[in-house]
């Protein structure tokens, strides 16, 4: 090979290496390290992201639903589509930096009048051509084509998390769902039985009064109980089935009312460790989906700083061409051609300078919505850790509550069948008795609730780091 043209190929590869992309670094997290510690947390553990939900859900049925909505629903089938689309565009994008090379072949027959030939006969002509050959290939020598490719990438693997993060989504609503529907399903069943004890009730109140122990009043009063618990009934009825319309929607299915559950007061959730370490926000989807959009911003940059330079393509070709398909292989039919192309800036009016400012200003946007984003997760996780401890301790009073509403309750009843106390203390004690389970059933599908949307908050769940999970747990105590 000659000496300048191995010359021009090291030059090319040197300048190839080129990249005018900033220095990517991470923007400080403006959340503190920890989240605050609640009553009864022992410190930070090592955790880590984990996104099996199977490990999370201890209700088989529940587990059944989102598997099936992962199955069928169509927004997150949108999701994957454009996970798709934006790694064909990646493949695209990525292509320019390979020379493009095609064959061309072609074959041309004309008939001339004799006015044109000149000879007072037509004549006909033919031509024959087969080429080879790259067109219009870009030499990235300020890395341009690269600076484009990488943003692709990143715009893709931002792509991909979000798809997670919708699939993360989907996981939660179909387990508050879920969670509501059999909520209003006890709220059902609650309401039934309060029905059944307020007609009794209603049947013992117009017997007094028909033999004249009490007066129509009280009777009027125990049938306002006994309406109020139908219009609650109905109520509940409408509710699950409505439960039911939604559950299905997200499913993509049609679910069974029959389908067997467990109760809401069994373990139905995995309990969130205490002291969760802030950095654990870092693998959440949204906030993972923000910073591959900063780095595509800032691979923009890089394109627009190499449009101030100049652009140098080639178009080379070599074939044959003949007037006769026969010939078009023989010797002395081969030709080449050699185009190269240089496009240097000289003036557009400030344009290559304003994409420029427009890309640092993209990147500084991102960078403000990075920030947001991590902001927003710790806020979101630490009000889950802040309802999470107290919502055992609302659980704990109401369940005290429900107890002590049952017995007065129960000595209400006994005292107005013995004819001590009046038809209101009965009425009053039923009312706080229904009240108060209702409460009871509705604070323990708020608790779980916020356990499903912590999940959401942490980016898909949690996991131990195995190094440490065998290590005995830190111990707190009086000691010397």
Known sequence: MPRSALSLVLLTWLLGGCSLIPDYHQPPSPAPALYPQAPGDTGSRALASSTDWHQLFRDPTLRQLIQRALDNNRDLRVAALNVEAFQA??????????????????GSRQRLPPAITGTGKPLIKSSYSATLGISAYELDFFGRVRSLSEQAMLSYLATEEAQRSAQISLVANVANAYLTWRADQELLVLSGKTLEANLESLRLTARSGTAGKLSNLDVLQARTSVESARASLARYQRQVAQDLNSLSLLVGAEVSPALPGQPLANDLIVAVPAGLPSDLLQRRPDILQAEYQLMAANANIGAARAAF?????????AGSSSLELSGLFKGGSGGWTFQPQINLPIFNAGSLQASLDYSRLQRD???????????????EVSNGLAARSTYQQQLDAQRRLVE??????????????????????????QRSLFSSQQDLINDRLAQLMAEVNLYTALGGGWQESPELARLPAPQHGAGG
């Open 89 to 106: 565009q990646y493949r695209i994008q990525r292509a320019d930096l390979f020379p493009a090379v095609s064959a061309n072949g072609s």
């Open 309 to 317: 330079f100049p652009s140098v393509s080639l178009t080379a070709n």
């Open 365 to 379: 946007i991102r960078v403000a919505q990075y920030e947001k984003s991590i902001q927003t997760a710790f806020q």
């Open 404 to 429: 002590a509403t049952q017995d007065y309750y129960n000595m209400a009843e006994h005292r107005y069948r013995m004819g001590l106390d009046s038809n209101l203390v009965f009425l009053d004690a």
